[in-house]
């Protein structure tokens, strides 16, 4: 698949289309309701993926999408092939109804297994990010909804003193705390949904182990970003995470297993601390 500016402009309007939906609710006494799963869902999620549905058939036409809200209710393309697209229309639902700001919009393009290219906004903080194999990743504010100009972003080499870890607001857990003490950890920045990919691939951060039940669509678009900024996303043995894993003889389709958002850190000394007793419940 060809990767270049006018793919990222589009996941971009796409994205930006999806958060004037989000915002629009955001403003309003929503309600809540629940998934089969338990989990939440609002009218944001189900307006943002229905305008950013219409925004992909113009931009990627044929192309099958895997949607979040419409995998729930049983909606998945037969057949997937080499190319398809994941999105999660409202990554951090529980970020969007404690009104903490830290939810995200997110389009991921991924191909054999690979997630190639990618936008994520951040629609109450006014930021996108976007990322392409070969083209790098970049942010811009966004301001009434547009865009500003793109700033080249990368990530950083971790420092002597230790790593600056992102932590899950809603999700840290006994196995992250026991990973963590195994790794030399300078400091510790909270943050909710797909925003730690983007803070790491910034170089503000350096490291956010995900030791937790996650989809696909939550990852694809800011994985995408961060390897654009040459970062990784691995499992805890190592492997890069890949994508498309259907008939999953332990789990749901599009589940994926625990993993690690990395900086440029020393890879292999992540996986040696992961191989201790936290590998158990991955």
Same mark, same amino acid.
């Not at 006018?6 to 998934?35: N, P």
């Not at 678009?221 to 190592?238: K, N």
């Given at each position: ?36 799963? =338990?989990? *939440?869902? @609002? !009218? /944001?999620?189900?307006?943002?993926? %229905? &305008?950013?549905?219409?925004?992909? +058939? ?113 999700? =840290?857990? *006994?196995? @992250? !705390? /026991?990973?963590?003490?195994?790794? %030399? &950890?300078?400091?510790?920045?909270? +943050? ?91």
């Amino acid at each position: 698949m060809q990767i270049d500016r006018d793919l990222l402009d589009g996941l971009a309007r796409a994205a930006l289309a999806g958060g004037r939906e989000v915002l629009a609710v955001y403003a309003t006494d929503f309600a809540v309701d629940a998934k089969g799963d =338990a989990s *939440p869902v @609002t !009218e /944001a999620d189900r307006r943002a993926e %229905a &305008v950013i549905l219409d925004e992909l +058939a113009r931009l990627l036409p044929g192309v099958p999408v895997v949607a979040e809200e419409a995998a729930s209710d049983g909606k998945l393309p037969a057949d997937l092939g080499r190319v398809f697209v994941l999105v999660d229309p409202l990554d951090g639902t529980k970020e969007f109804v404690s009104r903490n700001g830290e939810f995200t919009v997110n389009i991921g393009i991924i191909e054999d297994g690979v997630p190639v290219a990618g936008a994520v906004l951040v629609p109450a903080q006014g930021r996108l990010y976007v990322g392409g194999r070969g083209l790098g990743a970049f942010t811009a504010p966004v301001e009434s909804g547009v865009a500003g100009a793109w700033t080249p972003i990368r990530v950083r080499t971790a420092g002597a003193d230790g790593l600056a870890v992102m932590a899950s607001r809603s999700h =840290a857990g *006994p196995e @992250t !705390e /026991a990973l963590l003490a195994r790794l %030399a &950890v300078a400091s510790r920045i909270s +943050a909710g949904s797909s925003l730690k990919f983007c803070r790491i691939a910034e170089g503000a951060a350096d490291f956010y182990p995900r030791l937790g039940r996650t989809m696909e669509w939550d990852t694809a678009a800011s994985d995408a970003v961060l390897r654009a900024a040459g970062g990784s996303v691995v499992t805890l043995d190592g492997r890069p995470l890949a994508y498309g894993k259907r008939l999953q003889a332990h789990d749901t389709d599009f589940a994926n297993p625990w993993f690690m958002a990395c900086g440029e850190i020393d890879i292999p000394a992540v996986v040696a601390a992961a191989a201790g007793p936290v590998a158990a419940g991955g």
